[in-house]
Nanobody
Framework: QVQLVESGGGLVQAGGSLRLSCVDY????????MGWFRQAPGKEREFVGV????????YYSDSVKGRFTMSRDTAKNTVYLQMNSLKPEDTAVYYC???????????????????WGQGTQVTVSS
C-alpha cells in the first residue's frame, strides 16, 4: 500500500515556479510532521524543509530559504511545497516523508521519517 504520493514536478526555466503536492494516504496515524527531501544524480539525498501538521512550525534548509514555502491542508491530508525563483541546482527528484512518532525531529536526517512517497522529478533549465 502506497502511503504518500507526490505530484507537481516537471520542466521549468530558471526563475520559474512549481508547486509540489504530497497526499498522505496513511490512515492509522496522523503525522506529527512532514518533511521534504531531494536527491540529484550522483548526490546524497538532502533535506529541504519540514512542517508540523499544525502548520505552526517550519524549518527550511539554507539553500531554499526565501524561495520555497511549505503549507498544508489537513482536510485534504496534503502538504505543499511552493518553489519560486528556481535554479538549475534545484534539479532533483523530490520526496516527502511522514514523521508519525517521536515529536519534532531533532536532526535533518531522512531516518527521522518512517513513510515515503516515490518522488516527483523537478528539472530546471538554464
Amino acid at each position: 500500500q502506497v502511503q504518500l504520493v507526490e505530484s507537481g514536478g516537471g520542466l521549468v526555466q530558471a526563475g520559474g515556479s512549481l508547486r509540489l503536492s504530497c497526499v498522505d494516504y496513511g490512515r492509522a496515524f496522523s503525522p506529527y510532521a512532514m518533511g521534504w527531501f531531494r536527491q540529484a544524480p550522483g548526490k546524497e539525498r538532502e533535506f529541504v524543509g519540514v512542517i508540523s501538521w499544525s502548520g505552526d512550525t517550519k524549518y527550511y534548509s539554507d539553500s531554499v530559504k526565501g524561495r520555497f514555502t511549505m503549507s498544508r491542508d489537513t482536510a485534504k491530508n496534503t502538504v505543499y511545497l511552493q518553489m519560486n525563483s528556481l535554479k538549475p541546482e534545484d534539479t532533483a527528484v523530490y520526496y516527502c516523508g511522514a514523521k508519525r512518532r517521536g515529536g519534532w525531529p531533532g536532526t535533518l536526517s531522512q531516518n527521522e521519517y518512517g513513510d515515503w512517497g516515490q518522488g516527483t522529478q523537478v528539472t530546471v533549465s538554464s
